[in-house]
Every structure is written in C-alpha cells, then in structure tokens.
C-alpha cells in the first residue's frame, strides 16, 4: 500500500497557493476567479482580473496563479506555466516569489520536467524566510522521485520552521519508506497531535479528515510492525473522522483480516469497495476469505 501512496504524492496535490489572494472576494471577478468547483468561470473570473487595467498588481498575480492551478486541473501544463511565468515577472514580495516557484515546480513535476521542477524548488528555499512550505514541496518532489534522505532531510527543516500534522505525517511516510518503523510511528503520532489541535483550533472539517488520515497512516505502520491490537484502535479511528476515505477502510480491514476477526473485514472490504471500486486490495482480501461474490 505505502508504493500506492509514495506514487500518488504528487497525483493528488496541487498546492493551491495563489488562493488567498482572493480570501474576501471584493468583486464578481474575484469570486469567479477564486471558484475551485467551477474551472471555467474561475478561468473567465481570472482572465478578467488579468486583462483589466484597473487591478492592483498583488490581484493581478493572484489571478495569474489562479489561472494557472485551474489550466493544470485539465492538462494545459503549457498555459499553467506561461501563467506563472507571468506572476513572477511582476511578483516584489518574497513571499509571493517562493509560492510562485512552488506552484510552477509542481506544474514542472506533473509535466515531467524533472529538472526545472527541482530548479524552481531551489530557488523557492531561497525566498522562504519562515513558513517551510518550499522546504515541504521539495521534500515531496524528492520522496516522488524516490530520493529519501534528501526527502527527510527537507522534512526536518520545514518542522524547525513551522511544525504542523501534515509535514510530520509527510516525514513519517518517508521513514516508513526506509523501514524505520519506530521513527515512522513516532512521527505518525506527532501528526495526530499537531493535526488535532489545528482541527481544534480552525474548526474545518477538512482538518478533520486530515487527522483521520493521521490515524490511517499510524495504523497501517502498526500493522506493517506486526501491532495488530494497537493498530485496531487508530483504524477506528480513521474510519470515524475520514469515513469517506477507502484507504481507511481497506486498512482496517486488513488489520481485522490479520486478527481473524472474519466478517468484520469483510465488512470493511464490502464497504471500501462501495466507495471506490478500483480498490484492489478489497478486491484482493475478499478472494483471501472466500468472499468475492458478496
């Protein structure tokens, strides 16, 4: 499962940076541009805001990265990077100027352009003077490209900035990857405590699911270190806080399966497979116990 997950780091993240530039949307341009849910009319909002001459620039660039993370949602890597060049051509802010070389570096990396990727990583550690955010995106650039230490490496520098559930759950992945259990788990539970006091603390549901994930992640690490009966506990949990999430699931089917508690995972296969059919170690453990035509 962690080969599944190594490989989706970068399938399933786009860092949707340029969004709080329009957090308080003060026209109909801004509110269309900042529509996650509707591509087309954050690109026409966007577009609007790029090609008006009477938009401050620090909206101007927001509208380019905008733009730019929607032109990548359907492919259009050329645009999306034309994008960005633009925002930097007008960028003063430091911080602005590593958020425009972490969202062009990962348009690079979903093109695979490796090699410009990690450049604009480079240069985004360069104008990163406190949030580690840069240091986060190039420790996942580097754990996709499977270079692990210099992943942990970038990992640990992002927590000295600013510690947070994701980036210790990030590194947790990455010693998981080398096999080092204990520091895996050790971190997976930093994570949990992080991420439950940021869900405390923004009352987001998305926090929720994050720490849920948390869980998951500790789990299937307990799992893999043969802590079956401590690993039961957090998939509970992850199944509670990410009900929505398959992985979830498969995990604590497979911690059952392992228990012998039979019809529990079975259960847990059924439902994981409900909620996403391309699941294929469901598929997998109801062949294990003589299940697959439920």
């Not at 001459?53 to 990548?72: C, F, K, N, T, V």
């Not at 960005?84 to 051509?89: H, I, P, S």
């Not at 490796?114 to 990583?121: G, P, V």
């Not at 401590?230 to 059952?256: F, G, M, N, S």
Request: charged fraction near 25%; proline fraction near 2%.
């Amino acid at each position: 499962m962690w080969g599944i997950r190594t490989a989706a780091l970068w399938a399933l993240a786009i860092t949707c940076l340029a969004a709080p530039a329009f957090a308080d949307p003060e026209s109909e341009n801004e509110a269309l541009c900042a529509q996650f849910s509707d591509v087309q009319a954050s690109i026409r909002g966007c577009t609007a805001i790029i090609q008006s001459d009477q938009e401050p620039g620090s909206h101007r660039i927001g509208a380019y990265q905008m733009r730019a993370l929607m032109y990548q949602r359907t492919g259009r890597f050329d645009l999306a990077i034309e994008d960005f060049n633009n925002a930097l051509a007008i960028a003063l802010d430091e911080n602005d100027i590593a958020i425009i070389y972490v969202n062009r570096g990962n348009a690079y990396t979903r093109s695979k352009q490796y090699d410009k990727a990690l450049a604009d990583y480079n240069s985004a550690t360069h104008h990163d003077h406190g949030s580690g955010f840069a240091y986060v995106d190039r420790g996942r650039f580097y754990q996709f490209r499977n270079r692990i230490d210099l992943a942990l490496s970038d990992y640990t520098k992002a927590i000295s900035m600013q510690p947070t559930g994701f980036v210790f759950d990030l590194r947790g992945k990455a010693y998981s990857a080398k096999g080092l259990r204990k520091k895996a788990i050790a971190d997976f539970s930093r994570a949990i405590t992080h991420g439950e006091l940021e869900m405390q603390r923004y009352k987001n549901k998305d926090y929720a699911v994050g720490v849920g994930e948390y869980y998951n992640d500790r789990a299937w690490e307990r799992h893999l270190a043969k802590q079956d009966a401590l690993a039961l506990p957090d998939a509970d949990q992850a199944v509670r806080l990410a009900p929505a999430k398959a992985e979830c699931l498969e995990t604590r089917a497979e911690i059952h399966e392992r228990l012998g508690h039979r019809e529990s995972a079975i259960a847990d296969y059924l439902a994981a497979q409900k909620l996403d059919p391309e699941v294929k170690g469901a598929a997998e453990g109801l062949a294990r116990l003589g299940a697959s035509g439920r």
